[in-house]
């Protein structure tokens, strides 16, 4: 008897062994895939498209459409933005040439990425703006400066852009990625009994491409993730926080075009916290 209350102790203590190195993971991990140069933007105007998006699931692309509204409504670090709701109006694209443009940014993807490069912090705090936050809130990027494979069109046909008042146009596209691995049942959470194989959702991740818009041509293109694994119901409870991970690989992509982290996070977060 003794022994076997020795075993199941242990057998506890192991299982919350394990257990925290998982508990231990705070704070949101983003990450570019691959990430070359930004052009100098400044002084320029760039216009945001409505985001388009891979498989059945327009959840992703419904939050960075929100997002992309929000971040980009007014100019950051003398950028001036063109947020999606403005480039609906200016343009007058037909259903021919969105069909045509959304197979065109689809080709390449989607792109398996994770980067194992040092991470860097873009911000720590208690408080966005005067938001007051639950906890302090961690985000890092895990930047991959070194590409691999074609991610977007080397160009497009100039006519997709016409009307638009901007000399660069973004483009964004949602893709969802899915790992498969084995689940184990436990009994009491501790003895291990079966394994089954699961699909487990990874963290939220768009390409973004910006194109000229005078001539069509590609300047940059980056994939930006969030490397947090996504459990079943985050989905459903994300909206509830202050911060909805999912908005992540925007305010993202507003980073690595303006240098500014805090501001298009703040405007994110504001948004969505005054809906």
Wanted: glycine share 6%.
């Amino acid at each position: 008897m003794i022994r076997a209350g020795r075993g199941v102790r242990f057998a506890a203590i192991l299982a919350v062994a394990l257990a925290l190195p998982a508990c231990g993971q705070r704070g949101l991990r983003l990450y570019t895939h691959p990430n070359p140069k930004v052009p100098n933007l400044h002084g320029s105007t760039v216009a945001a498209f409505p985001p388009l998006s891979i498989g059945s699931e327009q959840g992703p692309s419904i939050v960075a459409l929100e997002t992309l509204d929000a971040v980009f409504a007014r100019e950051i670090s003398g950028i001036r933005f063109v947020p999606p709701a403005e480039v609906v109006a200016q343009t007058a694209l037909s259903e021919a040439e969105s069909a045509m443009l959304a197979e065109q940014m689809r080709q390449f993807l989607p792109v398996a990425a994770s980067p194992r490069r040092g991470r860097a912090r873009l911000f720590s705090s208690r408080r966005i703006g005067d938001i007051e936050l639950p906890g302090r809130l961690l985000v890092t990027l895990q930047r991959d400066p070194y590409p691999k494979q074609q991610l977007s069109p080397a160009s497009l046909p100039a006519s997709l852009f016409a009307g638009l008042d901007a000399d660069y146009a973004l483009l964004t596209v949602t893709y969802p990625d899915y790992q498969r691995i084995a689940r184990t049942v436990a009994m009491l959470g501790i003895v291990p009994l079966a394994w089954a194989p699961v699909l487990r959702a990874e963290g939220p991740r768009s390409l973004f491409a910006l194109y000229e818009v005078e001539t069509g041509a590609r300047v940059w293109d980056v994939i930006v993730g969030l490397d947090n694994r996504i459990r079943p119901n985050d989905a459903t409870e994300a909206r509830r926080r202050i911060v909805d991970y999912r908005i992540m690989p925007v305010v993202g992509v507003a980073y690595l075009l303006t240098g500014e982290f805090e501001d298009p996070l703040e405007r994110a977060v504001r948004g969505r916290t005054t809906e």
